[in-house]
């Protein structure tokens, strides 16, 4: 199997001077959670997209670096390419969805100027992932079963941009680390609506809480008004927001 190897969630996110209006929305008292449903994505772009972003630390807004995401819908898959640069290293993303269900089918990733560079291909196939990997120890290959209610972790911030958010709720899912082939149960949570401001403006956005188990709990801010942009991203140690 592949050494593990972390990577950022790809996107961006806000900082300390960057305010947020929070209205958010609970259970009536006494009531039950409901029971999380499976996710189920509907596309949110019209067309191609450009964005680009800030990355900064979560503790103190510091520059960290920036990061681009691109997105062209085309009939037989819907490409999302993000790269991100944090001083000499680089980190390239490159995934094919569906363009209706926004299910997985490739994803590509290269890490350069660290010194543990990689270049990574993935295929989804009947329910498996397919992985080659070429790293410093020499290549790695690894083929394991994925379940059905998979999503590639490299296009995930892009993708929940398709959430049904105006029906709030938690949806589970299994998150798919393609570096080290490993499947994480996980839900989206749709928390409610925050008026945001970041570098692009202020913007009234979804907030959107990702449970990865344990500690692993992250946020996203989506723009109200379609198609939905992310505005910002915290992972609680690195933010991405919204500069153009």
């Avoid at 964005?51 to 062209?72: H, R």
């Avoid at 543990?116 to 295929?123: G, I, K, P, V």
């Avoid at 080290?180 to 970041?198: D, I, W, Y």
Wanted: net charge negative.
């Amino acid at each position: 199997m592949f050494k593990k190897v972390v990577i950022i969630l790809c996107m961006m996110a806000i900082v300390a001077g960057c305010g947020s209006t929070a209205t958010p929305t609970a259970a009536p008292s006494g009531s039950a959670a409901a029971a999380p449903t499976t996710l189920q994505l509907t596309p949110p772009w019209k067309g191609a997209e450009h964005a680009e972003y800030n990355i900064v630390k979560s503790s103190d807004n510091s520059a960290l670096g920036t990061s681009t995401i691109d997105i062209q819908p085309a009939a037989d898959a819907t490409t999302i390419e993000q790269r991100l640069q944090i001083g000499a290293v680089t980190q390239h993303f490159v995934v094919k969805v569906d363009p209706q269900t926004l299910k997985p089918l490739t994803s590509d990733q290269e890490l350069t100027g660290s010194p543990n560079d990689f270049s990574l291909t993935a295929a989804y196939a009947d329910n498996k992932l397919t992985v080659t990997a070429k790293t410093a120890q020499g290549d790695k290959n690894a083929t394991v079963d994925v379940p059905p209610d998979a999503y590639d972790n490299n296009s995930l911030l892009a993708i929940l941009r398709g959430l049904p958010f105006s029906a709030g709720g938690t949806a589970a899912f299994t998150n798919i680390i393609t570096a080290n082939a490993a499947p994480v149960k996980a839900t989206a949570t749709v928390a409610g609506q925050e008026s945001v401001t970041v570098p692009a403006g202020t913007f009234d956005t979804y907030k959107v809480m990702m449970d990865f188990g344990g500690a692993q709990k992250q946020t996203a801010w989506y723009e109200v008004a379609s198609p939905h942009r992310l505005i910002k991203y915290d992972n609680g140690t690195t933010q991405f927001v919204l500069a153009k």
